[in-house]
């Protein structure tokens, strides 16, 4: 057990680059793990600065015409 490999806190650059050497697959998936939180937080506010517009909330129900019903008249059976 002689050759661990670096410790992160030692050298974290250094152990970055023999992690993506040695452990690619554990090494590129916490990078991309990592950068989904931290796009939820950049993306929005750099999409309103470049001027996109959310669209209309979709309606849940549908509306509801204000005043009476008119009735229908000659459809008798």
Known sequence: MSNLGPQFWA?????????????PAYFYSVLIGAAGPIMAFTVPPISQRLGYE????????????????????????
């Open 11 to 23: 050298g974290p650059i250094r152990y970055c680059r023999w992690a993506a050497r040695e452990r």
């Open 54 to 77: 959310r669209a209309p909330p979709i309606p849940q129900t549908y509306p509801i015409p204000p005043g009476p019903r008119k009735t229908l008249t000659g459809y008798d059976d």
